[in-house]
């Protein structure tokens, strides 16, 4: 098992910028990929962005291509979302997942943190 735990949510105005962290920790090793998922509410959970624990390797939705950033710290077991140029459709739950060697689907989530972007 791997356990999540993400920081870094709060208000911000339209066009602002908030920075969300996602620390790993326990079964760490067994970790290939690393995402972040949203859901506002009256919606289904979406993808956002994700990238390999190892190499780096990217992806994003169209969404907020150009406007997040996805990094990791393997020294400390952490994953980064930068979010510029917030957008109210921007506010939901952030979570952040981990799809391990155990299973091809992301199967280890966080508690979610919460983005409000205000107009």
């Known amino acids: 098992q791997v356990q999540l735990v993400e920081s870094g949510g709060g208000s911000v105005q339209a066009g602002g910028s908030l920075r969300l962290s996602c620390a790993a920790s326990?079964?760490?090793?067994?970790?290939?990929?690393m995402g972040w998922f949203r859901q506002a509410p009256g919606k289904e959970r979406e993808f956002v962005a994700s990238i390999t624990w190892s190499g780096g390797s990217t992806a994003y939705a169209d969404s907020v291509k150009g406007r997040f950033t996805i990094s990791r710290d393997n020294a400390k077991n952490t994953v980064y979302l930068q979010m510029n140029s917030l957008k109210p459709e921007d506010a939901a739950v952030y979570y952040c997942?981990?799809?391990?060697?155990?299973?091809?689907?992301?199967?280890?989530w966080g508690q979610g943190t919460q983005v409000t972007v205000s107009s």
């Open positions: 997942a981990a799809k391990t060697s155990y299973s091809n689907q992301y199967d280890n």
């Open positions: 326990g079964r760490t090793f067994s970790i290939y990929r």
